[in-house]
Structures are given as structure tokens and as C-alpha cells.
């Protein structure tokens, strides 16, 4: 069933018919699923190098897909997931994606993290760590995700990370502010940022990254440091997810101007703000994105990166975190950190 259902996705692609949601918005994405070949198409084109090798890692991945995100096997889901698995894809994974369904059939079902979930003591309290499932809709798996927590129990969230894990090797695809609404005590959450701003002190380069970014950044690389993974592959750019941004954003304009009730000046200013929206996520996902990965460079003199243009792989190697800024140095002091095994399975999905 799961291959007949995929056939008819084929179809559907080609024809720009093939239904997603994605950031909120049902949207249609155009693919070309091809045998190798030197035909040239204007939509994102995917090749299958090894076509029983790509069925296989299909059939494996829906299996997978549906036990971990608590699916009943139907023809709506599996469909669900078959359309889903693409917006992930990175160009180059595109040229034989039989291996990139092989990577995401890693992401769900690794057991390289020993540690799941802990805590780092700062000076503003204590810095909360844990690794939790994510939505089918969301770019991987599980996400790290982090928090400040004082005495009194109020509470700081920093950016959620989305990544995998195959082979001993962390793929990172986003770092995204995604639990603001935690943020509940205005006197705390002023300590917070006056604290946190203080890894801007002296630093030159990349500073239109956020500093809560680094923090949790820095945090996640010493977790994974913990559960003996040095070596992190940078994943972008993620064409369908850029793609159905604009999508959307046209969606919304041309849904506005058909309805008549927004004022030629109003609908104008509608349309800026969509689209400087629109270029505003599409530059935060893929070049900010990249210059957090810098940032933390310049921060970490221990920190190697193999600087590549945007199409190509992006990869750290983490020896040491030696930082001369006293605050991230509490952030990934080994004395500080305290951890739970193996809680990573539990609860729902985030």
C-alpha cells in the first residue's frame, strides 16, 4: 500500500497537487521524482539513484514514522507522512534521496544520547535541559529544548534546537523561538537578558544573532559533548520549506485582493509586510541561521568549522568549550552540570 500511495504522490506532484501544511497554512508543493536523468525541471527535482534501495528505506521510514508519532496505519496518514518527509530536504540531499530517507530512519530510531534531560546551576538559577519528541510537521524528531528557572519558579525560555542524530554525527536544522509564552515574571525576565547580553561584551562580528540563541546553542553543544558526539553538520538551506513561505504569502495577498474590503493604500501595506516578512524568515532560516554557528566560533576558541558556501555542507568539530566570557563559561562548566539517563522516550509529543 505504502508504494501505490507514493506512486499517486508522483503523480499529484507534477501537477501541483500535492497538499501540506506548513506553518499553519495548507499549501501545495511541486516535486519531480526521477531516475537518474539530465532533464532539467522548474520545481524542486529529487532523484532516485537506486530504486529498490529508495522503496526500501521508503516502506522503513513509514513503518518507523508511524509508530513513533503514535499514527494508526490509514491512507490519510501514510499519505501525511510521504508528503511531509520532503520539506526537510536540503539540495544536495535531492540528488539521492534513497540515503536522506536513510538518515531520517536514524533520526527516529538512535539511541546515542545516554542523557536526555538535566541541568546547568548559573548565578540567575538553574538552567534546565531536556530532549522532546516533535510534531510530524516540525524539521526532525526531538528538539532540545531550555530554560531558566529561579527559585521561585519563574521562568526563562530560550530557542528551541530541531536536530537528529545518525552515526555519531548531530544535525541541526533550526533554532527557533518557539515557548515564549513560559516567559512569566517581567522582573526576572529583565535579570535574564541583562545577564545573558553580557556575552556581547567585546564581540565584533555577528551580532544581529540574538544572544539567547548562543545561550542555548553553547548549552546544546556541551550536552552533546556529555553523550560523546563532537562532530555537528550544519542543514540548510531547506528549499520546499522556503518555497512554501512564498506560497503562502501569495496565498494570503491574492485571498485579500480578491475580497475587495482593504483599501488600495491598506492592501499595499499589506502586501510589504508579508513579503518583508516572508524574506525575514526565509534570511533568519538559512544566512542568520549559519552566523549563529559563527558567533559561536568566535566564542569557543576550541570550535572548528569548515566555513563552505551556502549549498554546500556546513560542519563543526567540537574538541574543547574554552570561552573566556565568564558567563558562557558557567553555561558549559562540567561542575555545574547535573543530568537524568535515559528519560528521552517519555512523555507526549511537543
Known amino acids: 500500500m505504502i508504494n501505490k500511495i507514493f506512486e499517486e504522490i508522483k503523480k499529484e506532484a507534477r501537477n501541483n497537487e500535492v497538499s501540506i501544511m506548513l506553518d499553519g497554512y495548507d499549501t501545495v508543493v511541486r516535486m519531480q521524482f526521477n531516475i537518474v536523468d539530465d532533464k532539467v ?28 508519532y503514535e499514527l494508526e496505519p490509514t491512507e490519510e496518514n501514510i499519505k501525511m507522512i510521504l508528503t511531509y518527509i520532503w520539506a526537510n530536504i536540503t539540495p544536495t540531499e535531492m540528488k539521492c534521496i534513497e540515503k536522506y530517507l536513510e538518515k531520517y530512519i536514524c533520526f527516529i530510531s538512535d539511541n546515542t544520547l545516554k542523557i536526555s534531560s538535566g541541568y546547568e546551576k548559573t548565578n540567575i538559577g538553574n538552567l534546565h535541559f531536556n530532549v522532546l519528541k516533535q510534531s510530524i510537521m516540525q ?34 536544522y533550526a533554532i527557533q523561538n518557539k ?48 553523550n560523546n558526539i563532537s562532530k555537528v553538520k550544519v542543514e ?5 520549506r522556503i518555497n512554501n513561505r512564498k506560497s503562502v504569502a501569495d496565498y494570503k495577498i491574492k485571498f485579500y485582493s480578491a475580497k475587495g474590503t482593504l483599501s488600495p493604500e491598506t492592501l499595499d501595506d499589506f502586501k510589504k509586510e508579508i513579503n518583508l516578512k516572508r ?9 542568520k541561521f549559519i552566523n549563529c554557528f559563527n558567533r559561536l566560533k568566535v566564542h569557543f576558541d576550541n570550535i572548528f568549522m569548515d566555513e563552505n558556501d551556502i549549498n554546500n555542507d556546513i560542519i563543526l568539530e567540537v574538541m574543547n568549550l574554552i570561552t573566556n566570557n565568564s558567563f558562557l563559561k558557567s553555561i558549559v562548566d562540567d ?11 517519555n512523555g507526549k509529543i511537543s
Open 41 to 68: 525541471y522548474d520545481m524542486p527535482n529529487f532523484y532516485i539513484k537506486n530504486r529498490y534501495e529508495f522503496y526500501d528505506n521508503l516502506n522503513k521510514y513509514v513503518y518507523n514514522a508511524l509508530e513513533f
Open 335 to 345: 561542575k555545574n552540570f547535573y543530568y537524568i539517563e535515559k528519560e528521552r522516550y
Open 236 to 240: 540548510t538551506p531547506l528549499e520546499i
Open 139 to 172: 524539521e526532525t524528531p526531538y528538539c532540545f529544548k531550555s530554560y531558566f528557572e529561579n527559585d521561585d519558579g519563574s521562568k526563562f525560555s530560550l530557542p528551541r534546537i530541531s536536530f537528529g542524530i545518525k552515526d555519531n554525527i548531530c544535525y541541526i
Open 179 to 226: 515557548d515564549s509564552k513560559i516567559n512569566i515574571d517581567a522582573k526576572y525576565n529583565l535579570l535574564v537578558k541583562d545577564s545573558i547580553r553580557s556575552i556581547n561584551s567585546g564581540v565584533k562580528k555577528y551580532r544581529n544573532v540574538s544572544p539567547s540563541f548562543i545561550i542555548s546553542l553553547s548549552l546544546f553543544i556541551s550536552f552533546l559533548k556529555h
Open 279 to 287: 524574506l525575514n524568515d526565509d534570511y533568519n532560516s538559512t544566512i
